[in-house]
């Protein structure tokens, strides 16, 4: 006999023991487990090595059987004038390469937005992939490239002396020092990022409403009108984000591009804070000063990323983090 049925009740289903929505957020959840594992690896476990900059390591000996000096490498990196001085000229010409970067950071931008104005779908396409390649180069084959090219005997100086007859001595280009090194890093690592950089930018740009174009484009408005008041305010909130993660991230130059490059010559302005580190510790083995040095570093960019962060949801009302 069927059960009586309430009029205007309807009966209760018994609910599944799990919703297709929470199932998908586990699988989702396993999906990424395993780059969560990569990050923790190599990210989180070598954390452990700040222990050396509390004991006076002396390879090969291992670390606990080293005498345990606490915070006397943090003391002596200010121990005395030359120190400082070595300190602040690394510090300085870590600010220049950090600050060339940030004045710059409206290209990639710029260059999205001229990249999405060509017409052309071939040509845009071959100048993005020739842009973007360069990223995926190593900085060892991109000083092989320019050695070749601007080396003493490197086809510059080989055109500029022997076919065109410009000088008589080859202009040592690697070899320059002073606070052009600056800028010469900073052109090489636009040519090597600016096509990777814009790749978020037109990304965003693809998000832009198309319907405020067409409108722009009924009442009067020319290509550059449409730029300067949809296409710039759009990407603006995708600029202040990034422009934010680069100053956190001020003081972490990376170190290959300035060790390939860096010779007797230039070596004074072009020895970033990374490098700086690394010749300390690989070059000289004052292993446990170079982490003392890394680990200040790195509270200082942490303090800058919460910083920074503050700024943004107090100005913008956006958090990054």
């Known amino acids: 006999m069927s059960q009586d049925v309430i009029p205007g009740v309807v009966p ?4 599944p023991k799990m919703n297709a929505r929470k199932k998908q957020g586990y699988i989702m959840f396993l999906m990424i487990v395993p780059f969560l594992a990569v990050v923790f690896v190599f990210s989180y476990m070598p954390l452990h090595g700040w222990l050396y900059a509390l004991y006076d390591y002396r390879p090969p000996f291992k670390l606990f059987d080293c005498d345990f000096v606490g915070a006397r490498w943090f003391v002596d990196l200010f121990s005395n004038a030359s120190k400082r001085a070595l300190i602040l000229e690394v510090l300085g010409n870590t600010f220049a390469m950090s600050g060339l970067g940030i004045a710059f950071s409206w290209l990639p931008m710029a260059f999205a937005i001229l990249l999405m104005e060509i017409g052309n779908r071939y040509f845009k396409r ?3 992939t020739l842009t973007t390649l360069p990223n995926f180069i190593s900085w060892v084959l991109v000083y092989s490239m320019a050695f070749f090219i601007f080396n003493s005997s490197g086809l510059i100086n080989n055109l500029s002396i022997n076919k065109l007859g410009l000088y008589d001595v080859p202009v040592l280009f690697l070899q320059i020092g002073g606070k052009s090194v600056w800028l010469a890093m900073w052109l090489w690592g636009t040519w090597k990022g600016l096509g990777w950089s814009a790749i978020m930018y037109i990304a965003a ?3 832009i409403d198309q319907e405020l174009y067409e409108a722009a484009y009924v009442d009067g408005a020319g290509r550059f009108r449409t730029i300067w008041h949809i296409t710039i305010p759009g990407l603006l909130p ?3 984000v990034l422009l934010l993660l680069n100053i ?5 130059n990376g170190v290959e591009q300035y060790y390939v490059f860096q010779n007797a010559f230039n070596k004074q302005n072009i020895q970033v804070l990374d490098l700086y580190v690394y010749n300390l510790g690989l070059g000289s083995g004052s292993y446990s000063l170079a982490t003392a040095i890394s ?4 509270m200082v960019s942490l303090t800058l990323l919460f910083t920074v962060n503050f700024l943004s949801k107090f100005i913008r009302g956006d958090s990054i983090i």
């Not at 956190?248 to 972490?252: P, Q, R």
């Open 248 to 252: 956190a991230n001020f003081l972490n």
């Open 205 to 207: 740009i693809a998000s």
């Open 126 to 128: 071959v100048t993005q």
């Open 295 to 298: 680990i200040m570093k790195s």
């Open 12 to 15: 209760s289903l018994k609910r």
């Open 238 to 240: 995708t600029y202040f």
